[in-house]
């Protein structure tokens, strides 16, 4: 035998392996064919079913069988079941009364498994009824992708689906100390199941990545499976890392609310009372407030010192990933929400005095205002938020009656923008929308505290919500003339739904704008401090192949009954294009998963001879290719460019006119930039800084002498005390 040199020797790479788990597999279930139903059957199939059982070398059914002996019925199904492979068995038993049913679900998942290992994955099958306390099949075999079905049991219902998330639940704790985990992968023939994902997640403790749904039907389809066997290779492969460190951090939460409760408990009512005493009765600061800052800290540490913790988050802190990501769906709402309840204190509820008031001699019946107060009205997209510092509101005596309280006027901004502006808060829900706030450090204006109840009276303006630190700090010292910056936490990506529509020009002309139903699913733009691409979903490009497909069957069509030479000729060209792009279209998808945001009325070739992407498009179709992805935004410039912006008409900053807060127009303007300071302007810049760091109230800007007439105050120069 001639062997190979051994620096001729190639390793071999082994394939990848799926388990696929499935209650089509299994052997057939009593209720599943009755004694009547089969007795009705032999009736009426015995002449062809005889001669296909002694071909098998299987026994007839004996006379004695036909007593009602369920067991016995069950014994010889499953005989017939065990040999349903053979061709001929298979079509004589394919019979309403017996195995249609069942055969119509095995050949469904049959056509699964062979569409999966036509990706060069090897499979292996298991039944529902396996007893899933042994798995030995996952600790002997490496499964790169474990395909479960949802409902695992024959009957559909709660107890097959809660089996499905059982077992999933087993796999991934049997495979815990595996470097590289199986994907889990749902399926299942009711495509509605997608909705049901979020319920899975929670009950079976898994984090949407380290499984994911795929329908049946996209399994099966030829054209769709390359690109979900791709999507499943491209995983994130820190998925499991993640997963890991989610469960330490459920359980380090559990651990820091033990031990919460624990140290809690041990202080005394003498400990609350020496806090008071000792720390806040000179500073007239309500306890409450002192213990929620207190007990919050407290609770932070507790959480972020576990141990068993930190070793996660040591290995996610090593996560370095380059390439970007792909989104099989939108991003998750739940994203913002948990960062707009970091970034803000919500449900303040009503603003009221100082807890104090009428309990403490010289404590002065005045709002109890705090930092990051802010200010919205219903309908309106401008907010105000104070900017004083925090001592100096905290202790409000009869000295504070003039004390001005710093209003800087913010205006917010949707998410489908990209924002060059440095002044500005990445992330605001409001009304059920999300926005940026720009913060306008040239029209602030002042109140004095004794005046606010009657500015909110006037103005409608409520106070809904607090800017937590650091960021309200890095605002107030922008403000400060950028004396110092406080470094803050890396945002989130958040992003906003784009509507994407295929337009598609035939071979006679005519336009269909909805090649396929145009959607806000189909992709989104990330909303971050840099210019970001547009990136598509998964779903798009699983429904644009479908489409193109599908288009492919309907030219061919038409073109076998076309007589007319230039029709063949236009129906011929576009079918070589689609023909051409559907082998290359996979290929195409994932060098293209993101794509620079294009401008309006402006064509971008996306691949030569087919496809095209716009913005914004009218209604002639001017593409020389015959599609065109064209991006639906609220207005035809929905991104600023950079060389475009133009600064608009400089204006004199003014102090507010109490009959302008009357007429409800304080602000009148938030987005008017004035250039008055500048650089240059050092005694305008002065003054401002002075301004927000002054306690004293500045008497050019009580609101009783506003009716004077717009003049430059540089009077806050003079009293330059520091911001405490």
Not at 407 to 424: C, H, N, R
Not at 684 to 711: C, F, H, R, Y
Request: aromatic share 8%; charged share 25%.
């Amino acid at each position: 035998m001639t062997t190979l040199p051994q620096e001729l020797e190639v390793e071999t790479v082994p394939r990848p392996k799926a388990l696929i788990i499935d209650d089509a597999f299994d052997n057939v279930h009593l209720y599943e064919v009755s004694l009547n139903n089969f007795k009705e059957y032999y009736q009426e199939k015995e002449t062809d079913l005889v001669p296909v059982l002694e071909s098998l070398g299987l026994p007839s059914p004996e006379e004695n069988f036909w007593d009602d002996d369920e067991e016995q019925l069950l014994g010889y199904l499953n005989k017939l079941w065990e040999n349903i492979n053979d061709r001929p068995l298979r079509e004589v038993v394919r019979h309403p009364k017996l195995f249609a049913t069942k055969l119509e679900r095995l050949e469904d998942l049959e056509s699964v498994c062979l569409n999966i290992e036509s990706q060069e994955i090897d499979i292996e099958k298991l039944p529902s009824t396996h007893d899933f306390s042994d798995l030995t099949i996952i600790a002997e075999n490496k499964f790169v992708y474990i395909f479960i079905d949802y409902n695992l049991g024959v009957t559909p219902g709660d107890a097959a689906v809660n089996k499905a998330k059982e077992v999933a639940r087993l796999i991934y704790d049997k495979c815990e100390d595996q470097d590289q985990k199986p994907m889990t992968i749902l399926m299942s023939s009711d495509s509605s199941v997608k909705e049901l994902k979020d319920e899975f997640k929670k009950d079976s403790g898994l984090v949407e990545g380290v499984f994911r749904f795929t329908p049946k039907t996209d399994l099966k389809d030829k054209s769709k499976i390359t690109l979900l066997a791709r999507a499943y290779a491209e995983e994130f492969f820190c998925n499991h890392m993640l997963q890991d460190y989610i469960q330490s951090l459920i359980a380090a939460a559990a651990k820091a609310q033990e031990d919460f409760a624990t140290g809690v408990r041990m202080l005394m009512v003498e400990d609350y009372a020496f806090i008071q005493d000792s720390i806040l009765q000179d500073q007239q600061q309500p306890l409450g407030d002192y213990l929620a800052w207190l007990y919050g800290s407290y609770w932070t540490h507790l959480l972020v010192t576990n141990q068993p913790l930190k070793e996660k988050q040591e290995k996610i802190d090593q996560i370095i990933s380059k390439k970007k990501p792909l989104h099989h769906s939108l991003p998750t709402p739940e994203l913002s929400d948990i960062f707009m309840k970091a970034l803000y204190e919500t449900e303040l509820g009503e603003l009221k005095q100082h807890p104090w008031v009428g309990i403490e001699a010289g404590v002065a019946s005045l709002p109890f205002l705090h930092l990051g107060d802010i200010f919205t009205k219903p309908n309106e997209k401008s907010v105000f938020m104070v900017l004083n510092p925090q001592c100096d509101l905290e202790r409000p005596d009869c000295k504070s009656n003039d004390l001005s309280i710093l209003l800087l006027p913010g205006k917010l901004e949707v998410l489908d923008t990209i924002s060059q502006k440095d002044a500005k808060t990445d992330f605001f829900v409001f009304e059920g929308n999300s926005y940026r706030i720009n913060w306008n450090f040239k029209q602030f204006i002042t109140v004095p505290l004794q005046g606010i109840e009657s500015w909110i009276k006037q103005t409608g303006f409520e106070r809904n919500l607090r800017l937590k630190e650091p960021f309200v700090l890095d605002i107030q010292q922008q403000f400060s003339s950028h004396i110092s910056r406080v470094g803050l936490p890396v945002s989130p990506p958040f992003s906003t739904n784009v509507i994407i529509r295929v337009r598609y020009k035939n071979f006679d002309s005519t336009v269909n704008d909805d090649f396929i139903p145009r959607s806000d699913k189909f992709a989104f733009l990330p909303i971050t401090r840099k210019k970001e691409n547009i990136r598509f979903t998964l779903n798009f490009a699983l429904e644009f192949k479908s489409a193109l497909v599908a288009e492919v069957a309907v030219l061919t069509k038409i073109l076998k009954a076309e007589t007319d030479e230039k029709t063949i000729a236009n129906i011929k060209a576009i079918l070589e294009a689609i023909e051409n792009f559907i082998p290359a279209y996979d290929k195409w998808f994932f060098d293209n998963r993101a794509i620079p945001y294009p401008e309006a009325n402006k064509i971008k070739p996306l691949r030569n001879k087919v496809l095209a992407v716009t913005l914004d498009s009218k209604a002639e179709y001017s593409a020389q290719v015959p599609f065109m992805l064209d991006i639906i935004t609220q207005s035809a410039a929905a991104i600023e460019i950079e060389a475009e912006v133009i600064p608009e008409k400089a204006m004199q900053p003014a102090e507010i006119n109490v009959r302008a807060i009357e007429s409800h127009e304080v602000a009148p303007s938030l987005d008017v930039l004035t250039d008055k300071i500048t650089d240059g302007d050092v005694e305008v810049t002065q003054a401002l800084v002075a301004g927000i760091a002054s306690s004293e109230p500045s008497k050019s800007q009580d609101l009783n002498e506003m009716d004077a007439e717009p003049k430059q105050d540089n009077s806050h120069s003079e009293k330059n005390s520091s911001n405490k």
